[in-house]
């Protein structure tokens, strides 16, 4: 019975261990609770910062602190979901004219390297895919922070900003001169598997 | 002539209602279309869309003030030369128009007000939103809105048509009487 009793504890045990340390850096970014967002802004004429979201994503992420240079990203946006706060601004978004959300339902951006830099600082190499065109975009990350959170998890937070011109992947309708270069900001917490 | 309809004859508020709806039908429908085309620095860009929101609410009232009319002062009764189906068909697509107008007014309102925001009518009154809870409501309703607008123009072609038989053909009243001869 004892000695059952200890197998069976030190199984256990091999097993936690074995994928704590395999899934160490393994992280959900965390939509559910919605601790995370993905916001754009683009000017209105030259004049004035337009926000909007993209509310419905999802992803994950790699990262150890003891290694940072093998962290890895990934994230899918449904292109459906996006916000500006005006239904009829978003309806228009939807269409053929931006992102023509039928034919591409989704956006992706898949990382093939980050570099570290100080201060939890970094820069994330990776493809964007947009409007079915893919082109290499590095995002600009920010480590804002890590550790348990009061549930039993464990949690880490970044904030990763970029830009781009939507004319790159395609989207061609004419803004303005000042409103081809959408900037993006993504803030991120992920909870670790 | 007479403000009312009588057995044999339309009056004169039937026959401007119905040319005065007939002939904004189309512009709403012309002014619908070219303004969802226009380019972002276009003048009529944000006005086109005002103007036609604007006319459409009122086109609302009008055909509100139409049916109540109707009930009020029933349209004269069928030539006694158009055979059953005839005039089966004819009930059958007033029926549709009025339906379809309600329905395309209904969805117009629902693209505009899916954020609640209202609908302000020539600046004169705002109409408040009321349904905002359909998923992707102004997609939705616009697809519905554009779908039922080329159906009634469709259906008004086929009315227009019909009418032209009856009178070049068949040289019966039909189409003088709505003319009020």
């Known amino acids: 019975m004892k000695l059952r009793k200890l197998t069976t504890s030190l199984i256990l045990a091999g097993l936690t261990f074995a994928s704590s340390t395999l899934m160490a850096a393994d992280y959900v970014i965390d939509t559910k609770g919605a601790h995370a967002s993905i916001k754009f802004r683009i000017q209105h004429l030259g004049y004035s910062w337009l926000y909007g979201r993209f509310n419905d994503f999802d992803g994950k992420f790699s990262y150890d602190e003891a290694a940072p240079e093998k962290a890895s990203v990934e994230v899918n946006i449904k292109t459906a ?11 228009h978004l939807r269409s053929d004219d931006f ?6 339902p989704e956006a992706k951006f898949v990382s093939t390297g980050y570099s570290p830099g100080k201060d939890g600082k970094g820069t994330v ?4 895919t947009l409007h079915g065109i893919t082109k290499p975009l590095e995002i600009d990350v920010q480590f804002i922070g890590a550790g348990k959170d009061p549930w039993g998890g464990y949690r880490s937070g970044f904030e990763g900003t970029t830009k781009f011109s ?12 000042k409103s081809n270069d959408v900037e993006m900001t993504l803030s991120v917490e992920g909870i670790r598997q | 002539m007479q403000w009312k309809n009588t057995t044999t004859r339309f009056g ?7 040319w005065l709806i007939a002939l904004t039908v189309f512009v709403l429908f012309g002014l619908g279309l070219w303004m969802t085309e226009l380019d972002y620095y276009d003048t009529w860009y ?17 055909l509100l003030f139409r049916l109540f009319w109707r009930m009020l002062t029933p349209p004269p009764v069928a030539l006694s030369s158009h055979k059953a189906w005839e005039v089966k068909i004819a009930h059958l697509t007033h029926l549709m128009f009025y339906l379809l107008l309600l329905s395309i007014m209904f969805s117009g309102y629902l693209i505009s007000t899916a954020d609640d925001r209202p609908i302000e009518v020539f600046g004169w009154f705002s109409v408040p939103a009321t349904i905002t809870s359909i998923p992707e409501q102004a997609d939705v309703a616009g697809w519905v809105h554009l779908i039922l607008a080329s159906f009634v123009i469709g259906l008004a072609s086929l009315h227009a048509i019909a009418a032209l038989k009856h009178h ?9 009487r709505v003319l009020g001869r």
């Open chain 2, 168 to 176: 070049f053909i068949d040289r019966d009243q039909t189409l003088n």
């Open chain 2, 46 to 62: 944000k006005q086109g869309p005002w103007l036609h929101k604007s006319i459409g609410v009122m086109l609302f009232f009008v």
């Open chain 2, 12 to 18: 004169v508020i039937a026959i401007a209602l119905h």
């Open chain 1, 125 to 128: 190499k990776g493809n964007l």
């Open chain 1, 99 to 104: 992102l023509n959300v039928d034919k591409y």
């Open chain 1, 81 to 91: 979901s996006v916000d500006s706060n005006h239904a009829e601004r978003d309806k």
């Open chain 1, 166 to 177: 939507r004319t790159d992947f395609g989207i061609m309708k004419n803004l303005g001169p």
